[in-house]
């Protein structure tokens, strides 16, 4: 499953999801609770009915309602979409680190900043806690799945954060971890509550 992740990582959100659809999808469209799903923008799902389009640069992901086309998704697909966030969120983690690196307070680096240090590490560990708890599960079953996509959750809205304005405006930062919530959202309602709420209010105060 790790695969899914290194190619969401280096080529996007569409890309990992688009190769899980490759390789787990072959029966039919896999769908949430609600039966609901999350395709790629390809030719090949033009014929479900879409609910919502959320663009990814040159690419995009639509949910859709595939009646009868859709099949329940099982433990395979709930790794594959846990896995696939948390490697979008390692991308956002490059994207914000660049994002960082070209700003400047005076003569010193935004990303050397003490509290902004602080943030991304914060990131970074509910990342590794996300693939720790994806690693360790013989299968991933909803609640292992839930707790590891809360902590992408997090991760993701400390990282939003650190981007200022521009993490909350339309761009690709923002479009990406709007497109992984909404797997989230299809896949794996539980995982809607950060990991750490209490962080989350700590850092808005900071």
Not at 38 to 54: E, F
Request: proline share 5%; aromatic share 4%; hydrophobic share 45%.
């Amino acid at each position: 499953m790790i695969k899914f992740h290194d190619a969401t990582r280096d080529h996007g959100l569409a890309s990992g999801l688009r190769a899980l659809y490759v390789e787990r999808a072959a029966t039919g469209v896999p769908t949430g609770a609600a039966g609901h799903a999350v395709v790629p923008a390809d030719p090949a799902y033009l014929g479900l009915h879409p609910l919502l389009t959320v663009p990814l640069g040159d690419d995009a992901l639509v949910a859709v309602r595939p009646g009868e086309a859709g099949t329940d998704a099982d433990a395979d697909w709930l790794t594959g979409v846990s896995w696939i966030r948390l490697g979008n969120s390692r991308w956002l983690l490059r994207h914000v680190t660049a994002h960082l690196t070209s700003r400047r307070i005076g003569t010193e680096l935004l990303l050397h900043q003490q509290l902004v240090k602080g943030m991304v590490a914060d990131a970074l560990i509910e990342q590794l806690e996300a693939e720790a708890l994806l690693d360790g599960a013989h299968t991933v079953t909803p609640a292992v799945a839930a707790q590891a996509n809360a902590r992408v959750l997090t991760a993701d809205r400390v990282l939003l954060r650190l981007l200022g304005a521009s993490g909350f405006v339309a761009g690709p930062a923002s479009h990406s971890a709007w497109a992984s919530e909404l797997l989230a959202n299809v896949y794996v309602g539980a995982c809607l509550t950060p990991a750490d709420p209490s962080q989350e209010a700590s850092n808005d105060r900071a």
